[in-house]
């Protein structure tokens, strides 16, 4: 039942093609927040805190632990939740039912457009408690590019998220291509050839008749004379 336009794919068992799915928008789109992802949670981890003379690591930003944590969060989850979409969608052409496509693409245009509020939510966490942070409270000369790399690739990660929720809506609103079902002919093609004749042959109708034959009734006759005609009596 799976048509050119079932939700973006083809029919299902279609040979793979490498090079037009790696130059797709979506999947340019899915590589950019991949790399993204990791600039911001990597920077973090690798940069984000700070040592104050003792054991103890304080967050760059703002000293706030819970800033760095849900950098990281968001960050790790949103690697890998690019790694299943790709591969979802290397699988997607392979789904046969129409249903499960739908459930598929519903999934996906949930998910980025949730991350994509987290993204936001998370770049004006950080870029907030980046603008609180006092030089004379941390030593900043390591961390501050880590710090503003983070935002930055935030922030980055927010229309990259946005534009794969936009790609996923447009998948849903592309749906089944109904017109397989169609019983029209398409453009260009002959009409198909109708198997009997019709009834209206010559502009008229022919009325069925039930018996073609049917034998008259039987009818006693009785021959008359003709006018002025006598019988002579017998002798």
Known sequence: MDGPGSFGAGRAGAAFDPLSFATRPQTVLRLLAWIFSMVVFGSIINEGYVNMGSERLHCVYNKNADACNYAITIGVVAFLACLFFLALDIYFPQI????????????????????????????????????????????????????????????FSILTWAALTACAVQKFLLGTDMSLFSTEPAAGQPEPKQPYPPNDVTGQTTIPVNNAYQSPPLIETVETPPPGYQITPAF
């Open 96 to 155: 046969s039912s129409v249903k499960d496509r739908k459930r598929a693409v519903l999934f996906e245009m949930g998910f980025s457009g949730f991350w994509t509020f987290l993204w936001f939510v998370g770049f004006c966490f950080l870029a907030n408690q980046w603008s609180h942070t006092s030089p004379e409270e941390l030593p900043l000369e390591q961390a501050t590019d880590a710090a503003r790399a983070a935002i930055a690739f935030s922030f």
